[in-house]
């Protein structure tokens, strides 16, 4: 699958032109819409070319009817199916419990979205990862972790809630008060993205950094395409035999011998670094799969 030239007078095009059949919803938070315009219009696109009517409905204006009369969307006509891409796994349950295929569907939007059940899931099926504690904020002075050490938001995404402590008097109300605690480990600026759609691995990239510890593209990292070793495909494989990711991306950090840490899931994944450095349409890739879903 290779990127195509999207022209800029797309939008334009696609209103006047969309064809009449099934219809999902492309949810969003709106600062995560106008800071994905671009991906979104290639996910309408690649929608179109199958004769899919793909539009975009943001978080905050949905009024959902948990009542049981009346419509599920409070003012509008249930689509066909659901593209959550806002990191709310409630929505993704509450519709399944309308009958609505939902991409990712609620046990993976809820497992992603908390990183304290992915590091559980992961350590349930034997996968290797750092030693990981979920701490209240409260309980961190009793516990005496040895300095430094890595605080997580089980909720943040994107690098965002990712805390490197290390003096005493970085613990206090600052912090969220429900976290994930793990030793500093792996090489330092390293992780690996590995981007997977109806289970199976579409392209990797790995992540680095000079100057933080943190690697992500969206706070300065740099990418490139990866190849995944036999023994690395076993270990993601290990986790798509376990968990049905419609879309996302699994990170891994580097362990100083070379092998994988498991880091997280990510449900509404970033794909702008494996666009950067390879060839790949993932969008087209994932929109394919759901007209197969769909079919």
């Known amino acids: 699958m290779h990127r195509r030239t999207r022209g800029r007078h ?3 095009a696609y209103d006047q032109r969309r064809r009449q059949g099934m219809k999902g919803w492309l949810i969003y938070k709106e600062e995560d819409r106008k800071r994905n315009k671009t991906f979104i219009s290639w996910l309408q696109e690649a929608g179109f070319r199958r004769g899919m009517q793909l539009d975009v409905v943001t978080y905050e204006t949905l009024a959902v009817n948990l009542s049981g009369d009346g419509p599920m969307f409070t003012g509008r006509t249930k689509p066909d199916f659901l593209i959550v891409r806002s990191s709310t796994p409630w929505l993704n349950e509450a519709a399944e419990m309308h009958g609505l295929r939902v991409f990712n569907p ?6 992603a979205n ?3 059940l992915s590091h559980a899931l992961m350590s349930s099926i034997g996968v290797p990862m750092l030693t990981s504690t979920a701490v209240h904020r409260n309980n961190l002075q009793d516990i005496v972790p040895v300095y430094p050490f890595i605080l997580k938001d089980p909720r943040g995404r994107g690098g965002t809630g990712v805390e490197w402590i290390s003096r005493p008097q970085q613990i206090g109300p600052a912090l969220k008060e429900e976290l994930l605690m793990q030793p500093v480990g792996g090489q330092r600026g390293k992780d690996l993205r590995v981007y997977i759609v109806g289970g199976r691995i579409v392209g990797s990239v790995l992540r680095e950094s000079e100057t933080n510890f ?6 300065g990292g ?3 395409l990866y190849d995944l070793t036999d023994t ?3 270990v993601v494989e290990k986790i798509t035999s376990s968990l049905s990711l419609d879309f996302a991306g699994i990170d891994f950090l580097i362990h100083e011998d070379g092998t994988l840490l498991f880091n997280e899931i990510e449900d509404a994944v970033g794909c702008r670094s494996l666009y950067m450095n390879s060839s790949i349409d993932i969008a087209d890739v994932f929109i394919g799969y759901v007209a197969e879903q769909m079919a």
């Open 10 to 12: 797309y939008d334009q």
């Open 106 to 111: 609620s046990c993976v939007s809820r497992t």
């Open 114 to 116: 908390d990183k304290r």
């Open 214 to 219: 943190k690697a992500n593209i969206s706070i």
């Open 222 to 224: 740099t990418a490139s």
């Open 232 to 234: 690395e495909r076993d």
